[in-house]
């Protein structure tokens, strides 16, 4: 168990909908990261917040935000979904700049 | 951009058998280099890293070392065991202009082992 905890486990969701995933990180990490694992893209690094800021962004849809409350939880939301959105979403947390990251288990969306 | 290149999978090895994952990166800069595994429904644990040329990162019988020169970090175990049937990720700690790391991962190798 790497205390990182990801809600929901699956989500089943129509095309043009919007849903949240949410992610708790470790206690005492103030980052939390959001990757998609596809078929077809991979493992990618969307977004990075630190402390409640955003920090960095990578292959991150402008349909897909973020944020991290004061509790450092954070929340994924994607908008008007496409088929092509179905993937594994993981997030992770770590602290500081550390390299060092510990993954949740996942939130597998399928939009049908 | 930063990059990692891992061998296809699927692996498929008997019980015991030696098991070799290739992994090769581009970088620029020294990054740390990381295998995690992802065992069926489950989530990505990091496995074994190594920070600087020529570490060895080992874990559960697991190895791998850190070669600038071949730009490689291949996992190796001596005798694997059905339990190590799963997604092996290869990855590297990418330096963000932020000053955080982001992972870049392999594309993935599946292991089956058969008993």
């Known amino acids: 168990d790497s205390g990182v905890t990801q809600t929901p486990k699956h989500l089943i969701t129509a095309t043009g909908q919007r849903v949240t995933l949410r992610c708790s990180p470790r206690s005492g990490d103030l980052s939390v990261y959001w990757y998609q694992q596809s078929l077809d893209q991979g493992l990618q690094f969307l977004i990075q917040y630190y402390n409640g800021e955003e920090r960095a962004k990578g292959n991150i849809l402008e349909r897909f935000s973020a944020q991290q409350f004061p509790d450092l939880h954070s929340e994924l939301n994607l908008s008007s979904l496409e088929l092509g959105d179905s993937a594994l979403y993981f997030c992770?947390?770590?602290?500081?700049?550390?390299?060092?990251?510990?993954f949740g288990p996942g939130t597998r969306l399928t939009v049908t | 951009g930063d990059s990692v290149t891992q061998m296809e999978g699927p692996v498929t090895l008997s019980e015991e058998a030696f098991l070799t994952i290739n992994c090769t990166y581009t970088?620029?800069?020294?990054?740390?280099l990381f295998w995690y595994v992802q065992y069926p429904g489950e989530g990505l644990q990091l496995l074994l890293k190594?920070?600087?040329?020529?570490d060895k990162g080992s874990n559960k019988g697991f190895e791998a070392t850190y070669r600038k020169e071949t730009t490689s970090f291949h996992l190796e175990k001596g005798s694997v065991q059905v339990s190590d049937s799963a997604v092996y990720f290869c990855?590297?700690?990418?330096?963000?202009?932020?000053?955080?790391?982001?992972?870049?991962f392999g594309t993935g190798t599946r292991l089956l082992v058969s008993p």
């Open positions: 970088a620029t800069g020294y990054p740390s």
């Open positions: 990855a590297l700690s990418d330096r963000m202009n932020t000053g955080f790391q982001k992972l870049v």
């Open positions: 190594a920070t600087k040329a020529d």
């Open positions: 992770s947390s770590g602290s500081g700049s550390s390299y060092e990251q510990y």
